[in-house]
């Protein structure tokens, strides 16, 4: 058995090592994202069920396996689980900027920037111009989410990895340093 006093303070399980913040985070903006995707997904589903949205079907399902992704990449992050945070960070970078891009469509239908709208044009009433405005501004929040995450996925990766690759050997036994210890 290896005493850990003979092994050298630097290839010991690392205390020192910790889990890097940036990751967490990210996970957990995930998570509420894919969270939030997957009820929105269930809700949308109840409103075609109650033929309340139809049409709406592929939307609800979307949402769904949306959510379910979203849900695993956040928590396979934060449980440490995730083998890179390279593949979540883009697909999330990716999925944000799909997201702030709806959102400049939806306000620009919303300010009746189109042209045919406004005053005496064929636009939209000005409670569903409030409307397109009011989902636009959601749809930027959950754009900026994925962006933020998607961002400090990258930043934290290398100390991420570092951490995986000292928590997934926790009973490795030292290095050869090439110096007889």
Not at 125 to 135: H, S, Y
Request: proline share 7%.
């Amino acid at each position: 058995m290896i005493d850990p006093d003979d092994i050298p303070a630097d290839d010991r399980f690392p205390a020192d090592v910790p889990f890097p913040a940036a990751v967490l985070v990210a996970g957990v903006l995930w998570l509420l994202f894919g969270g939030l995707t997957f009820l929105g997904g269930l809700l949308n589903m109840a409103l075609v069920a109650a033929g309340e949205n139809p049409g709406g079907a592929p939307g609800g399902c979307c949402g769904l396996l949306f959510g379910i992704a979203f849900v695993s990449a956040g928590w396979n992050s934060v449980k440490g689980t995730a083998k890179d945070t390279r593949g979540n960070a883009v697909g999330s970078l990716a999925v944000g900027a799909i997201y702030l891009g709806l959102t400049v469509v939806l306000a620009v239908v919303g300010l009746g920037a189109l042209p045919g709208n406004g005053p005496g044009g064929a636009g939209l009433p000005p409670e569903e111009e409030l409307v397109m405005l009011l989902t636009a501004l959601a749809v930027a929040m959950f754009g900026l989410i994925l962006l933020t995450a998607g961002v400090l996925a990258l930043v934290g990766r290398r100390q991420y990895l570092d951490w995986r690759e000292v928590a997934m050997a926790p009973h490795r036994a030292p290095r050869d340093r090439g110096d007889g210890r």
